[in-house]
T-cell receptor
Framework: SQKIEQNSEALNIQEGKTATLTCNYTNYSPAYLQWYRQDPGRGPVFLLLIRENEKEKRKERLKVTFDTTLKQSLFHITASQPADSATYLCALEGSSNTGKLIFGQGTTLQVKP | NAGVTQTPKFRVLKTGQSMTLLCAQDMNHEYMYWYRQDPGMGLRLIHYSVGEGTTAKGEVPDGYNVSRLKKQNFLLGLESAAPSQTSVYFC??????????????FGDGTRLSIL
């Protein structure tokens, strides 16, 4: 069955450092991969989308890589700030045009000042 | 522009009771989704709709029903609530015009406890 794995342990880093979060998947060939941010008591908020034929995408301090051979995506936040502390969700979408997403369980990032 | 609004925000039910969760979006989106989020499990798709009057089953549809009578509203019903349905429920919508290159927009959830 399709499976997405994100680091279940919280990631603790110092302010100013680069945070790197991992998303691995099996038994799936996604057309798109998306990253969302979720704050406590709130719904997920979209951050970035990368297509299967793209290797890397950037938006301000955020960078996503997508390796379809390794079946892995890396999500980087450079110059991290305490305000970046949240849970980050990886989601995969196929090419069925239903827009259905399969989500990982999320990784919690804590940035300490 | 409120985005996606979920009603109610919190609810406590007794086993066997029924209730309806309401999701409303003001972005004229074609696609709408209902998820549940449990600790350590991530978001799991319950039901979805690709347009007014259509619904389809997701990954965990048992015990739930849905209706999409109006484009802007997507209702999730629990006919006979069970403790296993204690969860946080999220609704999301998505623009269907451009295929997969659009994100989903989420509401802030309904926290449901079944005693």
């Amino acid at each position: 069955s399709q499976k997405i794995e994100q680091n279940s342990e919280a990631l603790n880093i110092q302010e100013g450092k680069t945070a790197t979060l991992t998303c691995n998947y099996t038994n799936y060939s996604p057309a798109y991969l998306q990253w969302y941010r979720q704050d406590p008591g709130r719904g997920p908020v979209f951050l970035l989308l990368i297509r299967e034929n793209e290797k890397e995408k950037r938006k301000e301090r955020l960078k996503v890589t997508f390796d379809t051979t390794l079946k892995q995506s890396l999500f980087h936040i450079t110059a991290s700030q305490p305000a970046d502390s949240a849970t980050y969700l990886c989601a995969l979408e196929g090419s069925s045009n239903t827009g259905k997403l399969i989500f990982g369980q999320g990784t919690t990032l804590q940035v300490k000042p | 522009n409120a985005g996606v609004t979920q009603t109610p925000k919190f609810r406590v039910l007794k086993t066997g009771q029924s209730m309806t969760l309401l999701c409303a979006q003001d972005m004229n989106h074609e696609y709408m989704y209902w998820y549940r989020q449990d600790p350590g499990m991530g978001l799991r798709l319950i039901h979805y709709s690709v347009g007014e009057g259509t619904t389809a089953k997701g990954e965990v549809p048992d015990g739930y029903n849905v209706s999409r009578l109006k484009k802007q509203n997507f209702l999730l019903g629990l006919e006979s609530a069970a403790p296993s349905q204690t969860s946080v429920y999220f609704c999301a919508s998505k623009d269907g015009l451009f295929g997969g290159e659009q994100p989903q927009h989420f509401g802030d959830g309904t926290r449901l406890s079944i005693l």
